[in-house]
């Protein structure tokens, strides 16, 4: 697993612009070398402005977004279209101010999907999705995705992998998640294998009120307490914050960030 690198923006706004500008250069460079490029989407209201700023950057074009797949880290496990779902945030941000190939878009399954009400075999039907994106050369059960993009919750949770829940127990690739401590209660996420399994893991994180959760992921935690410690990828690992989120690291682990 990488080292991680730590990056201090000067508030939210900032923080957006910046991940969008450098999502934007890393899913060109990969596609110039490597012909297309995976990212892996999250939720929250950081993913939101993050994703926005893409859609109306004008450099969105150095992108081939018909060479994108796109995945998720984690959804609610409700009826396709719900406002609360992340595929709806990310549809409406991006996803549909772009020219994405909709064979590419790899949403995790609904509610009133071909599963019914039932998350565990949803959450396999999406792993037996990702077994066949993989390739030999990613080692594992999933893509070896070219960025996943992570929230971190006030609790230290990360996808819907929630402090101390018996779901990080589980090492299958994707996981129901039943009573969730944050509504709603049932959800869908990747698990740490397949997460850690990334190229590039990107913690994207904003608020005075997850500055707690960031000084206790990047010191010696332990995954089970909090889930954030487990965030790295396989070449690279970033966390990217604002000064609010920084606000209890030591200095010797941030640097601000150049505008």
Known sequence: MSTPTV??????AELSAAVAARLITRL???QSARGAASLVMTGGSIARSTLEAVAESPARGAVDWRRLDVWWGDERFLPAGDEERNETLAREALLDAVPVDPARVHPMPASDGPDGDDPEAAAARYAAELARAARP????PAPAFDVCLLGVGPDGHIASLFPEHPALYDDAPVLAVRNSPKPPPTRISLGFAVIQGSREVWAVVAGEDKA????????????????????????????????AAAGRLPARLGRIASP
């Open 137 to 140: 050369e990613d080692h594992g």
């Open 7 to 12: 990056l201090v923006h000067r508030d939210p």
């Open 28 to 30: 060109a460079d990969v």
């Open 212 to 243: 707690k959760a960031v000084a206790l992921a990047l010191s010696d935690a332990g995954r089970h307490q909090v889930p954030a410690a487990a965030a790295h990828g396989r070449d690279r690992t970033l966390w990217l914050l604002d000064k």
